[in-house]
Nanobody
Framework: QVQLLESGGGLVQAGGSLRLSCEAS????????MGWFRQVPGKEREFVAA????????SYADSVKGRFTISRDNAKNTVYLQMNNLRPEDTAVYCC???????????????????WGQGTQVTVSS
């Protein structure tokens, strides 16, 4: 089992920034690629960003490319999502998730992930 705990959400004005953190425990952190997804009520969970287990490769949804940055600190078992130039449409619950690095499945797909955090609310006001 892997436990994931997000923090750093909140209320921010459009154009502002937030940094989300997700701390993992339970199994070796470097066994997992990590992803961030977001969800609003009535909509499907949306891929935001992912980072491979060693941190050398990242991927982003087109809607956040150039504004969000995913990173990880394997010594601290933590993955981050730096969100800049936030927009009202970024409002959502943001969840981190762990995807075993040997699974072979796509890390763009929520169903590929093995473990999920509870999520942290991000609200961007206009």
């Amino acid at each position: 089992q892997v436990q994931l705990l997000e923090s750093g959400g909140g209320l921010v004005q459009a154009g502002g920034s937030l940094r989300l953190s997700c701390e993992a425990s339970g199994r070796p952190f470097t066994s997992y690629n990590m992803g961030w997804f977001r969800q609003v009520p009535g909509k499907e969970r949306e891929f935001v960003a992912a980072i491979r287990w060693a941190g050398g490769y990242t991927s982003y949804a087109d809607s956040v490319k150039g504004r969000f940055t995913i990173s990880r600190d394997n010594a601290k078992n933590t993955v981050y999502l730096q969100m800049n130039n936030l927009r009202p449409e970024d409002t959502a619950v943001y969840c981190c998730a762990a995807h075993h690095r040997l699974s072979g499945s796509s890390y763009y797909t929520a169903s590929s992930y093995d473990y999920w955090g509870q999520g942290t609310q991000v609200t961007v006001s206009s």
